[in-house]
């Protein structure tokens, strides 16, 4: 049983991890934070998508705000 556990690590440590390897030792700090710059672009944008989202459903008057519109409150 341990060398299945060997080898998710294996599969993680030298394979899918690997990329971030050449990260790791790149002088810039630009570089080395792209990654982190790319997660944080992708959910910038997916939070204004959200917003907007929203801002129609309230300027439509769809959403019930009544204080009473869970059974459960």
Same mark, same amino acid.
């Given at each position: 049983m341990s060398k299945f556990f060997y080898g998710i690590e294996d599969l993680f440590v030298n394979v899918l991890f690997?990329?971030?390897? #050449?990260?790791?030792?790149? /002088?810039s700090w630009w570089a080395s934070n792209s990654i982190n710059w790319i997660f944080f672009?992708?959910?910038?944008?997916?939070?204004?998508?959200?917003?907007?989202?929203?801002?129609? #459903?309230?300027?439509?008057? /769809?959403?019930d705000k009544s204080i009473s519109s869970h059974s459960y409150l």
């Open positions: 690997a990329p971030y390897d #050449f990260f790791r030792f790149v /002088e672009v992708i959910g910038f944008v997916a939070m204004i998508y959200w917003m907007g989202q929203l801002k129609i #459903f309230n300027d439509n008057n /769809e959403e």
